[in-house]
């Protein structure tokens, strides 16, 4: 059994709202089980901390430049052995295609898991990885990206944004597309729209009506689905490029944490692909 006290005081929210979705929608529990174990596994290796001292090495050269962060300059031979550490933790609760990527990664040469760091921060293909490996891209792209994210998320936390910030798609943050888009009333305005990073979890604000994938709004853009099952997260998707992603209503549902109710909430990212609907980015457990 898991335990939201064993997860970094950060994640804390995200750990109680896994809790309360796997008792309220018990299917729920193979795919946010692992997520809470992996949130320890975050707890127990990665090293947030520490994220103010990699800041100089990744700050963009002025303050106005978008992406505010260039991960890819990362020195990640220095965090070679805490990703080891990572591949070496990965709970038993791990779906089989992770546990065995996890398990080929442990057992290769540092350069190869150095490579799998780079290849997700540069937004490469894993196919050498997996054919070095023998092992499915997906499962493999997994890895980095489990031990990487909370030291973006921690990165972002240092940066502040630019005030004027234009009309961006992509997380200003670190370039990363959106993962889900929440809307909430704000004292001077109602049913804002932001977008939260698929990787440094940065949100920003966006308008409502307009695709961030292609840019398109109106009768050409994005429509909405609901499953009545939870009223607050809807799919956005779009007529024009056929992408889409979820969206959380938190003035539905205050208690909601969008990406912990993205993880939950399988079913809608099924009807989408029986709809011919390609997500703009898969969540961190893959869906
Ligand atoms: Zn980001
Ligand atoms: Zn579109």
Not at 40 to 61: F, K, Y
Not at 173 to 193: K, N
Not at 198 to 203: G, H, K
Request: hydrophobic share 45%.
């Amino acid at each position: 059994m898991t335990r939201a006290s064993a997860v970094d005081a950060r994640w804390s929210l995200r750990a109680r709202r896994a809790h309360t979705l796997i008792v309220e929608r018990p299917h729920t529990e193979p795919l946010l089980g692992f997520y809470l174990s992996l949130l320890e596994l975050q707890t127990d290796v990665c090293v947030p901390a520490e994220a103010a001292r990699w800041l100089p090495a990744v700050n963009a050269s002025s303050e106005s430049e978008l992406p505010t962060l260039r991960l890819e300059r990362l020195p990640l031979g220095e965090l070679s052995d805490t990703f080891t550490a990572f591949c070496r933790g990965m709970p038993s609760t791990a779906p089989e295609p992770i546990a065995r990527a996890a398990q080929a990664a442990s057992a290769a040469d540092a350069e190869t898991r150095t490579n799998l760091m780079l290849a997700l921060l540069s937004g490469s293909r894993f196919d050498t990885e997996a054919d070095v490996l023998a092992c499915q891209p997906e499962p493999l792209a997994f890895l980095p990206r489990g031990f990487l994210s909370p030291l973006a998320e921690a990165l972002s936390g240092l940066v502040a944004l630019p005030d004027r910030l234009p009309r961006t798609p992509t997380c200003p943050q670190c370039g990363w597309p959106p993962q889900v888009s929440v809307l909430d009333d704000e004292p001077d305005a109602r049913g804002t729209r932001r977008l939260v990073c698929a990787f440094c979890a940065a949100a920003w604000i966006f308008p409502r009506s307009v695709c961030p994938w292609c840019g398109t709004s109106g009768d050409e853009g994005l429509q909405f689905h609901v499953d009545d099952a939870m009223p607050h997260v809807r799919v956005e998707e779009c007529r024009s490029c056929r992408r889409y992603l979820k969206s959380v209503d938190l003035r539905v549902r205050g208690l909601a944490v969008p990406v912990v109710d993205d993880l939950a909430t399988v079913e809608l990212d099924l009807w989408a692909a029986e709809q011919g609907f390609e997500k703009i980015a898969a969540n961190l457990l893959g869906m």
